[in-house]
């Protein structure tokens, strides 16, 4: 029986009632004395040439404090996540409809968008290309001076033994070609941002975002100021799933238009412009796969053709296409793989992260094939996985290594949850009439901590003992609705023998908080609770050092229970940790009480030609099946049953 107390246990969200009672600040709740409203004028074309921009309506506006344009820009500012290639405001051209032109701050929203409507732009429209195949076709005019056929990311690569005598030893071989489209992660709350620049020494950023130190050089980088000029702190988040990544120019437009005219300003993103750019969707994906096997059911090779389509600007894309190629495969046991991926530059908004990060590109078309294997080879579909997935500490053909992998008691338990194996030969015998029932089984792998750059990818967290007996817990890893603060504080109870809400977390602040990379790829149970797990057992070093030397007694003697650090073996002999905290304050003349914590996980950073290593220190997996009855008629799909077990490593 475990002896953990507080982790495992069931205890209220940290934050849910703030928010269940309407008390939570978002970005949009914030007020402050002369705050201005912004609005964004934005290209009604796919692709066109900036001849002229003429101002003067909007600058002659009433209640207008501030105008700006791409040329407002400081040289060079510009940002991105591989490539340098986005500014706040477009300069030359604009790449698709939606793009930012111009933007105003006014004292009250009518006057700013009043004001947009003044502003006159001259275009010379180009052609335009909405689809990869299109954008990458001979002649095409270039999106992108540097970007030599509008080809973004590319990736021609085998691995393992020789592919195609792979192939031609198999003795079945499928192939089928899969589309997925782009997807808008319809997050409660749209990107909004409030720039404060009255500080007097720099520029204060309120941003609902999934990583408050990269958000900061990033905003830097594309204002053309100095990180330690920029002050990032999140408030609480409406929801982000990867598309509040400091991606869009939202906080970039907010913090020129407050710079310009030395006010706050806010400036909120309508739905409507999420939806036609302003937030950075899912990456779409053409997918051809061809996976060969034996007759028994062993896997031998797969072959993907990936085109995909990354918008304007590259983003994130090109990492979210080597995701696609790798991850889906690492469920697996291959011989032999082949990669020839093609990311294109187009003229459709810009793409970003989405929850997954290409996993569901390839995951829903292998484990479809998957399921199309199985019944060429008259296999259940559940041993044909069984039989090919990666042990504990077996490599994948990508040279991942999970050293848990629970995958196979998750398809037991999710067959028996369904009674698959009756249900899947009743489905199959029965294809009569317009409604039919179907069973489905699949799987799929997670990371906890991608390493995506090269450097420290770590976290650092403070702990600090207080006179009262709570604890403070400094960490820039963020909240954006997912839980991460009562997980962090769980790590920290547990280890000081307190209750969550005996700990304070402070908000994600490059302040206060110490340097840490964010919300993003499962990391934040993994990297940053390592991080506070090792400052709570330091800090717990030191108040049974202190409490020991009080007592006369051995620290290893002492237990940490109920807020108290008392004898094991006497319970009555101890002290709350708050008077610890005070005893040690009085000897050290008014220190501290406090320990930091650092974590890195040892894994790889990968990078093409042939994206072989470690991506994780760990890895989740999981097994759903679903039970659907489907009117072949008129398509209505009913959903009779799911059941899903995951092992969330």
């Known amino acids: 029986m475990s002896s953990l107390k507080v982790i495992g246990s069931r205890v209220p969200l940290l934050g849910s009632a703030v928010k269940t009672l309407g008390q939570a600040k978002f970005a949009t709740d914030l007020k402050m004395p002369g705050l201005l409203h912004g609005r964004v004028l934005r290209s009604p074309h796919a692709h066109a040439r900036i001849l002229n921009i003429d101002t003067s309506g909007a600058e002659k506006t009433p209640g207008v404090k501030s105008v700006v344009t791409g040329k407002d820009l400081p040289r060079g500012a510009r940002y991105g996540t591989i490539r340098k290639d986005q500014t706040a405001l477009a300069i030359e051209k604009v790449l698709f409809i939606g793009h930012e032109v111009a933007a105003v701050a006014a004292v009250s929203r009518e006057a700013a968008e009043e004001a947009i409507e003044r502003i006159r732009v001259e275009y010379e429209v180009l052609p335009a290309y909405f689809t990869p195949e299109d954008a990458m076709a001979e002649g095409a005019v270039l999106i992108h001076d540097d970007a030599p056929g509008n080809i973004c990311h590319a990736l021609n690569f085998d691995k393992g033994e020789d592919v195609d005598a792979a192939f031609a030893a198999s003795d079945i071989i499928l192939e089928e070609e899969f589309h997925t489209g782009t997807q808008y992660h319809a997050f409660t709350e749209p990107n909004c941002t409030v720039a404060d620049p009255t500080d007097g020494s720099k520029l204060v950023m309120h941003v609902p975002c999934q990583k408050v130190f990269l958000g900061r050089d990033r905003i830097a980088m594309g204002l053309g100021l100095e990180a330690s000029k920029v002050r990032l702190i999140q408030p609480y988040v409406g929801g982000a799933f990867g598309g509040k990544s400091i991606e869009d120019p939202n906080a970039f437009i907010s913090g020129l238009l407050a710079l310009k005219c030395s006010h706050p300003v806010k400036l909120e993103n309508l739905r409507t412009e999420s939806f036609r750019g302003a937030t950075r969707m899912r990456v779409p994906a053409r997918v051809r796969l061809k996976i060969g096997a034996m007759k028994d059911g062993t896997l031998t090779a797969h072959e993907l053709n990936i085109v995909s389509d990354c918008g304007g600007y590259t983003g994130p894309s090109p990492g979210i296409v080597n995701t696609m190629v790798t991850r889906w495969p690492s469920i697996y046991r291959w011989k032999a793989c082949r990669v020839i991926a093609h990311l294109a530059f187009t003229n459709n908004p810009p793409k970003g992260a989405f929850r997954g990060f290409g996993t569901p590109q390839t995951t829903v078309p292998g484990e479809i ?267 209505q799909v009913e959903l009779l049953d799911f059941a899903s077990v995951d092992d969330v490593g």
């Open 369 to 635: 094939l998957m399921d199309m294997l199985a019944e060429a080879l008259d296999i259940d579909a559940m041993d044909l996985r069984m039989k090919n997935i990666l042990k504990p500490r077996e490599l994948s053909i990508h040279k991942w290594n999970a050293i848990t992998n629970a995958l196979p008691e998750c398809v037991e338990q999710v067959v028996e949850m369904t009674d698959w194996k009756r249900k899947s030969r009743e489905n199959l015998k029965d294809r009569t009439g317009t409604k039919r029932r179907g069973i489905g089984l699949a799987a799929a792998n997670h990371v906890s901590g991608n390493r995506i750059i090269a450097g420290w990818e770590g976290s650092t967290a403070i702990l600090q003992a207080h006179d009262d007996g709570r604890v403070g817990l400094l960490i820039g890893e963020g909240d954006t609705g997912q839980g991460s603060p009562t997980v962090l504080c769980m790590f920290a109870a547990e280890e000081l023998g307190l209750e969550i809400t005996d700990i304070d977390l402070c908000a994600a602040d490059t302040d206060v908080a110490p340097y840490t990379l964010g919300s993003f790829a499962s990391r934040i149970t993994m990297i940053g609770g390592n991080a506070v797990h090792r400052a709570a057992v330091e800090l717990r070093k030191k108040l049974a050092a202190v409490v020991a030397s009080e007592l006369e007694a051995d620290p290893d003697d002492l237990e940490f229970e109920g807020g108290r650090i008392f004898i094991k073996a006497a319970p009555d002999r101890g002290m709350t940790i708050g008077e610890a905290a005070h005893l040690e304050h009085k000897r050290t003349n008014g220190g501290p009480v406090m320990a930091v914590g650092h974590y890195e996980a040892e894994n790889d950073v990968v990078k093409p030609p042939l994206l072989d290593g470690n991506v994780a220190p760990g890895y989740e997996f999981v097994a759903q099946v679903a039970e659907v009855e489907v009117d072949t008629e008129t398509g």
